[in-house]
């Protein structure tokens, strides 16, 4: 009986297994199914993409194809040495309109002098002097002079200030000299006696304006030096500071109309270089400040930047 009993409970464990083995068996089937499925899709997805792809690039290779094919027409052939022709062209225009602006800055430094200064200067010779000599540059006034007394010429400066000709202090040398130094006695009375003995020699200097021109020019420092610009010239009066920055006149960085950038390298104020410290706190800073204590010429030299990038990968 109990032999009986262990054969039905073994054969109904070996039932219970089989069946939950081929439950998994199933359960796997089923999931290695949907594995395969899914990779089948992302392979379709893959294999989609790829002609996608394909489809581009062939499109693409077709549109390079017939950019080259309408590239390679003369028209279009003779555009690179257009091209170069015109960059000449800019060249020799800009190293053209540098020189007129140089010659125009030349004209501006000039100012014209009062056209009546000289019928005043005759107004206000005292009665005891003449005048020998007198030039007016359009800046300042030089008069040469002879009188009898030491004061005239003193007299004949205030009388001229009354007229505002001056407008700094004026500089005034008297000499006494002798009268043989002044001329003969025929030459200064005829056949008169010259019964003067004492003549003073003045000369008499002074400023008539107080305006100060700075210009400014840029230059690109490539095989040659070579103008991008013309010359800038702005009036500032005597004494008075003026600056200059990158935000407002595009100073350290400097983008020409051809759209090539260069960067600041150099600066010269009349012919002199800028100190180190001072340059190197206007390209960090980007402004450059000065006094209008004269006539002031500033030439600003720049690198491109593209031929510094290509010296560094080089180096």
């Known amino acids: 009986m109990a032999n009986n009993v262990n054969k039905k409970l073994l054969s109904k464990k070996d039932i219970n297994f089989f069946a ?26 893959i294999i989609v993409f790829i002609i996608i792809g394909l489809v581009r690039n ?57 056209e009546t200064l000289p019928d005043l200067i005759g107004d206000c010779i005292p009665n005891d002097s003449y ?22 010429p003193v007299d004949m400066v205030e009388m001229l200030n009354e007229s ?6 004026t500089i005034i040398n008297i000499e006494r000299v002798p009268a043989s130094e002044v001329g003969t006695v025929d ?27 700075i210009s400014v020019s840029r230059f690109a420092m490539d095989d040659e030096v070579t103008s991008l610009t013309g010359t800038e010239t702005f009036i500032c009066n005597a004494g008075d500071s003026f600056t200059l920055t990158d935000a407002d006149d595009q100073l350290v960085n400097y983008t020409s109309e051809a759209g090539v950038t260069y960067q600041l390298a150099k600066i010269t104020i009349n012919g002199t270089d800028v100190d ?30 593209e031929a510094e990038a290509a010296a560094g990968e080089e180096g």
């Open 164 to 169: 505002d000709v001056f407008t700094s202090k």
């Open 187 to 213: 030459e200064l009375y005829g056949e008169h006696v010259n019964g003067i003995n004492n003549y003073y020699l003045f000369e008499i200097s002074g400023t008539l304006v107080t305006d100060v021109y």
């Open 276 to 305: 180190s410290d001072d340059f190197a706190a206007i390209l960090t800073n980007g402004v450059m400040s000065d006094f209008a204590n004269g006539d002031k010429e500033i030439k600003l030299y720049y690198n491109a930047v």
């Open 20 to 45: 939950e083995f081929t439950a998994s068996a199933a359960k796997a089937a089923r999931m290695l199914t949907w594995a395969v499925l899914a990779g089948v899709a992302v392979v379709a997805v």
């Open 131 to 152: 005048i020998d000599m007198y030039d007016i540059t359009g800046t300042t006034l030089d008069i040469k002079g002879y009188s009898f007394t030491y004061y005239s």
């Open 58 to 114: 062939g499109i693409i290779k077709g549109q390079i194809n017939s950019i080259e094919a309408q590239l390679q027409d003369e028209k279009y052939t003779k555009l690179e040495g257009e091209a170069a022709e015109l960059a000449q062209k800019l060249e020799q225009r800009t190293n053209y309109y540098y020189a007129l602006t140089q010659m125009r800055a030349e004209v501006d430094r000039v100012a014209p002098a009062p």
